[in-house]
């Protein structure tokens, strides 16, 4: 299977860019593009290509990660004269890093594939840290043949690559893995709340968890850190801090939401966790 000459990544945020970083220094030249130029320096620096468009990066890369925020964000790197679609050579693989809408995933790659476009999903868990550690775990949508191409770009960030199925399954474990987690969140919150309230030290709460496997780090730590800082911020300080974490919870459950409507499911709790998520975030649930 012939490895690429060129990778390109789009979108050098919190884990954009050190997974970006990791694809430096391979048997392939790395390119990177942001709409920040600032966030391509030390990339450059280490050993990347700085593209000055899109366009430019999308002309030059057999393989292409997207890593930016939503579905908005995604169709306006993809489509138009200046996009990917119209740019990237036949045979190019795109691969979809964002937390998206399973219907824009699926209208995306049916257009990519008329140019002779490869897209697939491959959606990422780890976070930052996890980016940093080359630790991420890739869930990954599309052709065997395709995934299997990918699989070493995306090795070089991550120590798993799950391939979950057809195109849209890897977004779709993404869902589901987010979903437990948000919940655990608003689960750990409340618990704490009324914990409190009776006197009772979280530290307790927490220990009592542990040792039965109900509370892992990730709450514990989230709701410590969130509590911790709304005791010294005003309401339009916890905005700042935790706000867009809040927002970036309601746009994930809304695409589990319209997911499971799209096969029939019925996600009350989901439904009702959504309407909080924002709330949970900010310490007013």
Known sequence: ??????????????????????LIGKS????VYDVWPAAMEGLVEAGAVAADSVANLAAKCQHIGICVRDDQQV????????GVLENA???TVIAIHSTVSRAGLVRWAADAGEQGLHLIDA????GKQGAEDARLCYMVGGAAEVVE???PVFLTSGNSVIHAGALGTGLLLKLCNNLITYAEFMAMSEAVRLAEAGGLLPEMLREVGKSNGVVNEMMSQFISNRNALARECTEEQM???????????EKDL?????????MGVSLPSTRRLRDQALALFLNKA
């Open 28 to 31: 392939w030249q790395a390119h």
């Open 89 to 91: 050579a036949p045979d």
């Open 254 to 262: 809304d695409c589990a939401l319209q997911s499971a409507e799209e």
């Open 123 to 126: 959606a990422i868990s780890g």
């Open 75 to 82: 169709e306006s790197l993809l489509y138009g004269a200046a």
């Open 1 to 22: 299977m012939t490895m690429p000459l060129n990778v390109g990544y789009i979108g050098l945020g919190n884990i954009g860019g050190p997974s970006a970083r990791h």
């Open 149 to 151: 191409r990918a699989r």
């Open 239 to 249: 905005d700042q801090f935790f706000g867009d974490f809040g927002r970036l919870a």
